[in-house]
């Protein structure tokens, strides 16, 4: 695949992209976590930040985190 032109790769990145969103999704909304900062609750909703990676809400806490602090999914 290195010969390939990237405007050719690209949609099949964007498909990959939004496959492991989709996984993403499957495997944590509706799940339980604890949070590196002490929030805890339901995985309401994953998003794909372009600078960030994947976050997501917390049901009944505003804001958005990365994936990367959840300590714990129960």
Do not use: C, N, Q
Not at 57 to 72: M, Q
């Amino acid at each position: 695949m290195p010969d390939e032109l990237p405007i050719v790769r690209a949609p099949k990145l964007a498909a990959d992209i939004l496959r492991d969103l989709h996984a993403a999704e499957e495997e944590l909304v509706g799940k339980a976590a604890v949070l590196t900062d002490g929030k805890a609750g339901t995985i309401d909703h994953v998003y794909l930040d372009d600078m960030h990676g994947l976050r997501l809400s917390i049901r009944g806490h505003d804001g958005r985190w990365p994936v990367s602090t959840i300590k714990f999914i129960l």
